[in-house]
Antibody, heavy 128, light 108 residues
Framework: QVHLQQSGPGLVKPSQTLSLTCAIS??????????WAWIRQSPSRGLEWLGR?????????DYAESVSGRMTISPDTSKNQFSLHLNSVTPEDTAVYYC??????????????????WGQGTLVTVSS | DIQMTQSPSSLSASVGDRVTITCRAS??????LNWYQQKPGKAPKLLIY???SLQRGVPSRFSGSGSGTDFTLTISSLQPEDFATYYC??????????FGQGTMVDIK
């Protein structure tokens, strides 16, 4: 059974960098069939997919346009974990942040993907 | 980005009721549509993937249907543990996945 455990600070000052880590158990970060994602949730923006990292002979990453240029996902295969780094934060980045595995199956008409499991969530408040 | 619109935003229902939630995509997404249940203070939990496939361990009273732009989540007989918020999510886009705004199901 795959389990994701999040860690990181709950308070970040404006203009600083928000960093969270997601430790994986029951699966490998380098699994060629999985991707590893960050999602956040706030009252104003709802559930917002932020980005993913995945290994397909080498590491790749994708980011939502809303955070592109400020966000980096860093894989750490030695610890089987991945981290989110979001720089130049503002109060609008206040949210509950989740990590999740993107998984899927191949069916006759293509590949279908979903988010499962999720980490427990971390409330991050951006405030001075 | 593909926009996902759920309706209603909230509904009140009684135990035993049949509940239907709809989700509309701004463009065709085939059947690349997932449904999640979220309870207060918890992470979303996968219920349905690929529009109509029931995730392992999810009760059979949950079902999903639809393709293209219009999708439905149905709870055939609402149970006390089903009072929660439900979200649809598209995984059709090769990069950015998007969620509906959620439907809160509460007790009438």
């Amino acid at each position: 059974q795959v389990h994701l455990q999040q860690s990181g600070p709950g308070l970040v000052k404006p203009s600083q960098t928000l960093s969270l880590t997601c430790a994986i158990s029951g699966d490998s970060l380098s699994n060629n069939d999985a991707s590893w994602a960050w999602i956040r949730q706030s009252p104003s923006r709802g559930l917002e997919w932020l980005g993913r990292a995945y290994f397909r002979s080498k590491w790749y990453s994708d980011y939502a346009e809303s955070v592109s240029g400020r966000m980096t996902i860093s894989p750490d295969t030695s610890k089987n974990q991945f981290s989110l780094h979001l720089n130049s934060v503002t109060p609008e980045d206040t949210a509950v942040y989740y990590c999740a595995r993107e998984w899927g199956i191949y069916q006759l008409d293509g590949k279908y993907n979903w988010l499962d499991p999720w980490g427990q969530g971390t409330l991050v408040t951006v405030s001075s | 980005d593909i926009q996902m619109t759920q309706s209603p935003s909230s509904l009140s229902a009684s135990v035993g009721d049949r509940v239907t939630i709809t989700c509309r995509a701004s463009q065709s997404i085939s059947t690349s549509l997932n449904w999640y249940q979220q309870k207060p203070g918890k992470a979303p939990k996968l219920l349905i993937y690929a529009a109509s496939s029931l995730q392992r361990g999810v009760p059979s009273r949950f079902s999903g249907s639809g393709s293209g732009t219009d999708f439905t989540l149905t709870i055939s007989s609402l149970q006390p543990e089903d009072f929660a918020t439900y979200y649809c999510q598209q995984s059709y886009s090769t990069v950015t996945w998007t969620f509906g705004q959620g439907t809160m199901v509460d007790i009438k």
